[in-house]
Each structure stands twice: as C-alpha cells, then as structure tokens.
C-alpha cells in the first residue's frame, strides 16, 4: 500500500510540476502582452496629443485668418466710406459753384455764338448725371424742390 502511496503523491507531484511550468508560460506571454499594450497605449496617446496639437493649431490659423478678414473687410468698408464721402463733397463743391451757370446755359442757351458752345451743350446734357450721383437732399438743395 505505501508503494501505491508513493506512486499516486509521485504522479501528483509530477502533474502539479508539469501545471507549474505551464501556468509559468502562460503568465511569462501574458506579460509580454501586457508590456506591449502599454506600449501601444503610450504610441497611440502620443498619436492623439500631436493631432491634437495639429488640430489646435490648424484651428488657430483659421481664427487668426478670419480676423484678417474681418480686419480687412472693416478697414477697406471703413476706406470706401471714406472715398465715397470726399468723392460727394468734390462733387457738391462742383455742382455749387458750376451748377448755378450750366443751369442758366440749359435754360437760356447762349447769349452770343461762341466756340465753346459745343462743349457747353455737352456739359449741361452731362451735368444732370453727375448731379445724380449726390444724395438726395442736395440734390433737392440744388435744384430748389421739395
């Protein structure tokens, strides 16, 4: 009986030695797994931080870009009033003082023959559209209407 003893804790101890280097194996695979995964984890975090930053810093760009435009758009708005303003004020000074002798000349024509009649002729036909390019009010200012 102590041969049979003997043999069954024999084959015991071997198939608990044999489970042991088994189990070993797996554990040593198992953190080889586990040592890439955070490689991988570490790989990828650093992936997703630089496009992160790209993403920052392409949105930046978009935001500085369209405060350039904006800027822009103020600034030649700002410029076009500007022009448009002084343009009128040229053109009223121009129609205040040559406006009252245009308007003679349309109305009575001239008084004697003279070589500027043709270009007189012109410039009252012409006189009206550049008056048109004033507002409204001088316009009425001009002209003595209501």
Avoid: C, W
């Avoid at 490689?39 to 992936?47: G, M, S, Y």
């Avoid at 369209?66 to 076009?80: P, Q, V, Y």
């Avoid at 001239?110 to 009252?124: E, F, L, Q, R």
């Amino acid at each position: 009986m102590d041969k049979i003893v003997i043999v069954a804790l024999g084959t015991l101890i071997m198939a608990l030695v044999i489970d042991n280097i088994r189990l070993r194996y797996k554990n040593h695979a198992f953190k080889i797994m586990a040592g890439q995964a955070v490689v991988d984890q570490t790989a990828l975090a650093n992936i997703i931080s630089k496009e992160l930053a790209n993403q920052s810093e392409a949105i930046d760009q978009a935001k500085e870009s369209h405060d350039a435009m904006i800027n822009f758009l103020s600034t030649s708005r700002e410029l076009a009033f500007e022009y448009i303003a002084n343009a009128q004020s040229v053109v009223k000074e121009f129609v205040d003082k040559v406006g009252p002798h245009v308007r003679y000349y349309s109305k009575f024509g001239g008084v004697i023959s003279s070589p500027h009649d043709k270009a007189m002729t012109d410039i009252s036909e012409a006189f009206p559209k550049l008056e048109s390019l004033l507002p409204e009010d001088h316009a009425n200012e001009t002209t003595g209407e209501v």
